[in-house]
């Protein structure tokens, strides 16, 4: 019998409708299949771990460093059974990539980090024309009167502190020290003296959130990688070479280290790079091949790969560092610097606000290390976790030592 509604029959117009589902879950399953070949071949030179047919590698993930060592300068990475990269582990073949600029950055992995179209997720030409129009906004000449901005802002992190360590407990410092890069950098490149520190409405004001929106941006970076940074290093440094001499003080009253000391602080600059290299506050990039590439050994990448490029395993690569783990501010000295390339790429030179990050990092540090002797909390160490930022899951708690 017939099953009949106005006139037309049900059961054919459902048996349509499950072949043509059927037809599309089909061509889906050949697209996908093609997909898993074109990505086998395009990294057949680059053996790696073996890959589990539902999952890939994503329960190894951990794994990388131990992988490092037995596939080195570079291994494949499988998210499920369709989905593939490289991670470079190599600085060498860092640099071939890193060094053809107009290589697209993999848009998925970027676009939480920088919502719009920031210099970040830019490519081609425009991309030329905006970091060309940007360049000069981060001048040596120019960055020079932030210093005393950032020493402001440093200030009044720093009287938080006083206050959050009298009762003698381990503070959690690292929401302080994101608040303190927030409004620098808000001062600095909006001259916007926001207080953010010390008033918490202006974060999340209900009718100025779009002057909030409208600011993200360069600034975000900042605000995102100085604190994971800079959290990290103050339990590990003992600045020898700065006396409260060293200070002017501000028109509020406040201290800032002079300019030209800044540029004196070389033991201090070690250790920030030495820091840096241990917990690259941007463990990796990544790049879409726009065509495709020939590592130095002869190995190639078709274009439209994505590659990973492992900061964070290149700076903990025993090939490239001696006893890689090991905290020694030495090995930026000039003597160990010169000569080799350092293969520090955290900063490396995409970044249009190295220059900025480094004063910012030295004002807060010579000014954090004349106030305060901060030694870790044993009871709570840091547990790092990577996202886009390299950060701590659970905070930087630190105590107060002997000033
Ligand atoms: C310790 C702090 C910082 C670290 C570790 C860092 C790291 C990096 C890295 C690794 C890149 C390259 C991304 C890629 O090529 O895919 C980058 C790019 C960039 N950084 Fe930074 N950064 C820091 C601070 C800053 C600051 C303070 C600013 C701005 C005030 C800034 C602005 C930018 C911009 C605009 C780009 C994109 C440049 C371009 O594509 O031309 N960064 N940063």
Redesign the pocket.
Known sequence: MKLLWLGVDVSRVLHLAAVFCLTCVLLKAIQLFHRRRELIRALADFPGFPTHWLFGHVHEVGESRIWMQKYPHAHPMWFGSFSAFLVVTDPDYAKVL?GRGGER?CKTCLACVSPGNG??ILHGPK?HQH?KLLTPGFHYDVLKPYVDLMAESTNVMLDKWEKLTADGKSVELFEHVSLMTLDS?MKC?FSCHSDCQTNRSVLAPPNHGRKFAAQKG??Q??CH??PK?TSFLFPSLQEKHLHPGCLRPLPHGAACPNREDLAKMTYSTMCIKES?RLY???PG?SRQLSKAVTFPDGRTLPEGLVAAIS?YLIHRNPEVWKDPLVFDPLRFSPENVSGRHSHLL???R?????Q??MN??KVALALTLLRFELLPDPAMPPLKITRIILRSKNGIHLWRGSP
């Open positions: 890193l950055l210099l970040l991309w970091r950098i490149a360069n600034g970076i900042a990688c100085a940074f840096l690259p506050p941007v990039v900061i955290c900063l490396c995409n970044c249009i606000g190295q900025f990050a910012e990092m």
